[in-house]
């Protein structure tokens, strides 16, 4: 939803800033997309009411550490020194910034993707793909104090997209970022440079703006070999809102 319809609510004495700038249309996801009818029934069909921000949208929950249960950071086995999944063995991690550039310390992350034959566990999954009893690809953690995150998981596999008769979606991870405000939820998908399924996807593509389509991409880090635990390495910062916004999928 764009935040452009959204109002800040006037100056006054007590609030002397606008607290959340919008971010640029152009820079999101097309939200009707030609070929994929689920984007014509998910969104409004209708432009959007402008209306000023209330106190619940302004603030969010706290304590959150205190209130959901985090996971460890490793999704490449279900428990501590388990069986490791099977697949490629990677890390993901960066910064969680704000629409100024400030780091979101305590911002809970939540992450969910295929496994590397490309199947989830949900019963809507139709994929005839084998389940890895190894593998749930979910789940949550908090940035640090200087707003980093770091998880090591599998790389996921691309899946048939069922309600097309062409269509596979390329290898990605989704994201869920809920930072100090419900202003500041953010929820997108994150892709592999260089995965020839990218060319054809319909949501990569529908992020029109070249410079706005690489923040859905992570970016390939250098690795070490045989230097303790071989994988390879993604970076990929996230700013919530603002015209650096990292753009929003569903
Ligand atoms: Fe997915």
Redesign the pocket.
């Known amino acids: 939803m764009s935040s452009s319809v959204y109002k800040a609510a006037e100056k006054t004495e007590a609030q002397p800033h606008i607290e959340y700038l919008p971010y640029d249309d152009s820079t999101q996801c097309l939200r009707q997309i030609k070929g994929y009818p689920r984007s014509f029934t998910r969104v409004p069909s209708r432009p959007l009411i402008e209306r000023p921000l209330t106190l619940s949208e302004r603030t969010g929950p706290i304590d959150l550490e205190q209130r959901v249960a985090v996971d460890s950071t490793d999704f490449s086995s279900i428990t501590p020194g388990g069986p490791r999944a099977i697949g490629q063995l990677m890390t993901a991690s960066g910064r969680v910034l704000d629409e100024d550039g400030s780091p979101i310390a305590g911002a809970m992350i939540e992450i ?3 496994n590397a034959a490309g199947k ?1 566990i949900h019963q809507m999954d139709r994929h005839e793909a084998p389940l890895d009893p190894n593998f749930t690809g979910q789940g949550r953690f908090l940035t640090d104090s200087e707003g980093r995150y770091e998880f090591r998981t599998i790389k ?1 596999g691309g ?1 048939p997209v069922g309600e097309s008769d062409w269509w596979w ?1 390329p290898p ?3 994201f869920s970022i809920l930072g100090p405000s419900w202003m500041s939820h953010f929820v997108t ?1 994150i892709f592999f440079p260089g995965e020839p399924l990218n060319e054809t996807d319909l949501l990569v593509n529908g992020v029109l703006d070249p410079e706005a389509r690489q923040r859905i991409f992570f970016e390939p880090q250098p690795t070490k070999v045989n230097k303790g635990t071989n994988l390879l390495r993604f970076e990929r910062d996230f700013v919530l809102r603002g015209k650096r916004s990292t753009p929003q999928l569903p």
């Open positions: 969910w993707q295929a989830y996921p899946y979606r990605h991870i989704h998908q």
